[in-house]
């Protein structure tokens, strides 16, 4: 009597895995794909302007959120943080904005999803930015999608609106290397 080897039974971490929840990207030209929320702050500004240059987006919104949008899916929780850390996880890098070098609430969390996933992350502040190393960073990596978020509504906001502008004509302006296969 022949027996047949059975297959390994899949690990509880490969079952996880295959549960994650994923978003359908928007081909738009050589700009990636925007990640963010509809949260308050610097993702509203983010998804305000990628509307206005045409821009796909998408993202994870908390659940309960009215009107998500037909790009946008709700997490199994209300959390915010849970959007926060589904769409650091899937987005292939993240920008964090804020108004000064410290890192609180959002900002230091994502920046911690980031290092947790190992996904490249690049903080941007008015005081040191460089526009050239924007260029640099943006270039160096082929993104498919990019995850931006940071200060909130009450956070000074409205001086990160040009450097938002200037990073998402950065974003359109990069030339993608050419990718055979």
Same mark, same amino acid.
């Given at each position: 009597?022949?027996?047949?080897?059975?297959?390994?039974?899949?690990?509880?971490?490969?079952?996880?895995?295959?549960?994650?929840?994923?978003?359908?990207?928007?081909?738009?030209?050589?700009?990636?794909?925007?990640?963010?929320?509809?949260?308050?702050?610097?993702?509203?500004?983010?998804?305000?302007?990628?509307?206005?240059?045409?821009?796909?987006?998408?993202?994870?919104?908390?659940?309960?959120?009215?009107?998500?949008?037909?790009?946008?899916?709700?997490?199994?929780?209300?959390?915010?943080?849970?959007?926060?850390?589904?769409?650091?996880?899937?987005?292939?890098?993240?920008? &964090?904005?804020?108004?000064? @070098?410290? /890192?609180?609430?959002?900002? *230091?969390?994502?920046? #911690?999803?980031? $290092?947790?996933? !190992?996904?490249?992350?690049?903080?941007?502040?008015?005081?040191?930015?460089?526009?050239?190393?924007?260029?640099?960073?943006?270039?160096?990596?082929?993104?498919?999608?990019?995850?931006?978020?940071?200060?909130?509504?009450?956070?000074? &906001?409205?001086?990160?609106? @040009?450097? /938002?502008?200037?990073?998402? *004509?950065?974003?359109? #302006?990069?030339? $993608?290397?050419? !990718?055979?296969?």
């Amino acid at each position: 009597m022949k027996t047949v080897p059975r297959a390994r039974k899949p690990s509880s971490k490969a079952r996880r895995k295959r549960r994650r929840a994923t978003l359908k990207l928007a081909v738009n030209g050589a700009a990636p794909t925007l990640v963010c929320a509809q949260a308050d702050g610097v993702e509203a500004l983010a998804l305000a302007q990628a509307r206005a240059l045409g821009l796909a987006h998408a993202g994870f919104v908390p659940s309960g959120t009215r009107n998500p949008g037909e790009t946008f899916e709700a997490t199994p929780t209300r959390h915010p943080a849970q959007a926060l850390k589904w769409n650091t996880r899937f987005a292939d890098a993240t920008v &964090v904005l804020t108004a000064d @070098a410290v /890192l609180h609430g959002r900002a *230091r969390l994502a920046v #911690a999803w980031c $290092r947790r996933y !190992r996904k490249p992350w690049l903080h941007l502040y008015p005081a040191a930015f460089d526009e050239q190393a924007l260029r640099v960073w943006l270039r160096t990596r082929p993104l498919r999608s990019l995850h931006i978020c940071g200060a909130r509504a009450h956070q000074q &906001v409205e001086r990160l609106e @040009a450097l /938002l502008d200037v990073l998402l *004509r950065a974003l359109t #302006a990069v030339e $993608r290397p050419v !990718r055979c296969g």
